[in-house]
Structures are given as C-alpha cells and as structure tokens.
C-alpha cells in the first residue's frame, strides 16, 4: 500500500534538497551586506562615574603661566682667600651683617712668614752691600782727587823748571840736554795728570751707573718687600660689599687653599626672585614681561630682568625683580608662585586642564554625543595653555562636551559606551 507524503511548509521547505542552494545564496548576500554596512569602530564599556566630562566654551583665554619662585638676594659675591692659610679665628659668623672691607676670617701662614723674613734678610744684605759700594766709591774718588792735587802740584814744578832752563838754554848756560830732559819731564807730567782726569770721568760715570742699578735693586727688593706684607695682610679674608655672611664653610684649624671657595656674601638691600621654566616656553620667555602674585592679600607686581640661555632637565632659569612695593618679613629661601603673563588676554575656544593630555598630547581626545551615553574620538588642535584652560584652534565648538580625565585605561578605543 503506498503511503501519500505530506508537503512541507515553512522554513522546513528551505531545507528541501531542492531549495538548499537558493538558502545558501540567500545567506551569503545577507552576510555580504552585513560586512558592508557595519559599524567598523572599536569599542569600549567604561563607567561614567570614573571619567570627567567638560564642556567646550568659548570665553577670554588669559596667557601666563604658574611659576614657583624662590627668593634670593640680589647680589651674591664668593667668599674666596687670596692666600692658602689655616683659620685661626673666625670673626663674624653666618648670618652677621658687614660693611665693605670687614674682616671675616683670620688666617696664618708659616710659609709666607718664612718667606717675608727671608726677603727683609736679603733687603738687609743688599743696603748694606750698596752703604759699602757708596764708601768705597767715596774713598775711591777721594783718592783720585788727591793724586790729581799731587799731579797738579807736580806739573807746575816742572813747568817752572822747564821756564828755568829754556832761559838758561837761550843764554848758553845749560847744556841741550838738561834742557830737553826738563821739558819731556813737563809734558810728561802733564799727560799724567790728563790721564788722571780722564780716569775719574770714567770712574765717576761708573760709579752713577752702579750707584743708579743698585738703587733701583733697592727698590724693587722694597716693592717686592710691600707685596709679601700685603700677602700678610690677605691672610684676613674680607667682606667685598655691604652685605650678611651666608654659608659660611670653615671651621678652626681648617686648611683652606687659595681661591677655594668658602662662603658667599648676600646684598640684603633688595631681593629678586629666581624661577625655572618649562623649555616649552623657552621662545616666548623675553626680559620685559611682567609677573604677579599675592601674598597676605596682596598684589605684588615683578619684572622680568635676565633670561639664563641654558637649559637644564627641560627647563630653564629666569630672574624677576620687583616693580614696585615688597613684601614684609622677606627672607631668602621663601616660596612665591608667580603668574608670569605671556601675553594679552584673547577671545577663543577653550576647555579645561586634564590628564587627557598626557595620553594623547592635544592630538585628539573624546567627544560626548547628545544623549550622553557615547563618546566618540576627535582629531583636535591645541594650541596656547595656562593653568586653568587650553586654547582649542581645531576641532571642537563652543557647547560640545569631552572626556578630560585619563586616558590609560581606555587603549585605542574609538568610541567608548558610557554605562550610567
């Protein structure tokens, strides 16, 4: 008896044999157009409470930036011996104030008391050396005047003499030859006594000479002599300007060479306050600009005097002195926090500080949509920043909402689910 099939209805007739390639086709144009038109951005589930939503404003954005200022004096000068010595006593400690010149420090040095008896021994010598020079030069041209008085003497006897027998000669009463011999006498007698004067000129020349070298040997060795007793005098270290004693590093007994460096000298007469810079604002940073905080509810105003040109573990130092009143009770050391303004207050696109920088560097950052429940990734530009605020120029509008707080923990997402 043959059985009559049922037909089959609904989706069970999908998997007739006959029908399976039209359900497979049918599956597969479903699967393309799913690949198509599906939403291909990451996402992220976070809790709404752990993040922090700003909202975009437009609004006046004020250039400066927060500083942290310490104060110190205006002038500082080294404290450094001019002569290696031993401290032997120590006369205004630290914190004592000083006028210029001022002894400090006391030292002693052997060495250089050794060396100043040494030159006064030798000072001594060379005195004594040119008294007896002088006293021999004296006895030498005494006795040059003498056989020069002898010579004198001589040359006029002979000039008579030889008158004498050229008168006899003439009268045939002296032999030719007494007569010769009295005149070679005569002129023989005058050429020794030229010879005499021509040898105390010389001597006398001489002597100037020697006289004037060890004159001025004399003066030297007594220049040289004021110089070792002013080495002395530089054993007492002294304070260079009106000041206090800061850092004062000695102690008796202490070796301290030459030029070491033992303490410094503060000019209490006005103070300047020392900051460092983030190098990121290393071009804008100019002397001129004008800087401000408040201290016991009061607005202290200060200059920008010197720019340093170095930079050191990304930053870089700056002076600031005051342009108008000081605080009271100043001290060297204090902490000030200056607002050191970069430029004129602008109107532009701003949102608030946050952690959301560290992340992304002000490349992009998270958008929140109008329900509140998705935050979408945005390529942004960030330009100027303060304290407070960073300056929008790409990228957002004024009443748009964003993620501000960390980004650590939300990877590359592209759109974050915000769970309430």
């Known amino acids: 008896m043959d059985i009559k099939l049922e037909k089959k209805k609904g989706w069970r007739a999908l998997f007739q044999k006959k029908n399976l390639p039209y359900a497979f086709a049918g599956a597969f144009v479903i699967f393309v157009a799913w690949l198509l038109l599906r939403d291909n951005a990451s996402t992220l589930r976070v809790d709404a409470d752990v993040v922090t939503v700003s909202e975009v404003r437009g609004g006046e954005f004020n250039d400066y930036v927060r500083l942290t200022g310490t104060v110190q004096p205006i002038t500082t000068v080294q404290l450094s011996p001019l002569e290696s010595g031993i401290v032997e006593r120590i006369v205004a400690e630290e914190g004592t104030s000083v006028k210029r ?9 052997n060495s250089l008391s050794m060396q100043i008896l040494q030159s006064e021994a030798d000072l001594a010598e060379k005195q004594n050396i040119l008294r007896n020079t002088l006293i021999s030069m004296e006895q030498e041209r005494l006795s040059l005047r003498q056989n020069r008085l002898q010579l ?9 003499a030889y008158l004498q027998n050229e008168e006899l000669y003439k009268s045939d009463l002296l032999a030719k030859e007494d007569w010769l011999r009295s005149k070679e006498d ?5 050429s020794q006594r030229d010879l005499n004067l021509e040898r105390q000129i010389q001597d006398s020349l001489y002597r100037t000479n020697q006289v004037e070298q060890m004159n001025e040997n004399l003066a030297s060795m007594a220049l040289n002599m004021q110089l070792i007793r002013q080495r002395v005098e530089n054993l007492n270290v ?3 300007i009106d000041g206090e004693v800061g850092m004062l590093d000695v102690v008796l007994g202490k070796s301290i060479a030459q030029g070491a460096n033992i303490g410094q000298i503060n000019d209490l007469s006005t103070f300047k306050v020392t900051a460092q810079i983030d190098e990121h604002y290393i071009d804008r940073v100019v002397t001129g600009l ?6 016991q509810d009061t607005r202290f105003e200060m200059l920008l005097r010197k720019v340093y040109p170095e930079v050191r573990n990304g930053q870089f130092r700056a002076d600031f002195v005051f342009a108008g009143d000081v605080p009271e009770n100043i001290r060297s050391g204090q902490t000030y926090y200056l607002n050191l ?9 701003i949102i608030p500080r946050g952690s959301f ?3 992304t560097g002000g490349a992009w950052i998270y ?3 109008a329900s509140g429940e998705k935050a979408y990734r945005r390529d942004i530009r960030i330009g100027r920043q303060n304290p407070q605020y960073y300056e929008v120029t790409e990228g957002l509008q004024a009443g748009e909402k964003v993620i501000t707080s960390s980004y650590d923990n939300f990877g590359d997402h592209d759109v974050l689910l915000l769970k309430h």
């Open 101 to 109: 010149g001022d002894v400090i420090i006391e030292m002693s040095n």
């Open 152 to 160: 004198d003497l001589d040359v006029e006897r002979k000039r008579r």
């Open 186 to 190: 005569y002129e023989l007698s005058k």
């Open 238 to 240: 002294k304070a260079p």
């Open 290 to 295: 004008t800087a401000s905080f408040e201290r």
């Open 341 to 349: 303004q970069l430029g004129q207050p602008t109107e532009a696109i």
């Open 357 to 359: 920088y560290q992340s």
């Open 367 to 369: 958008v929140v949509d």
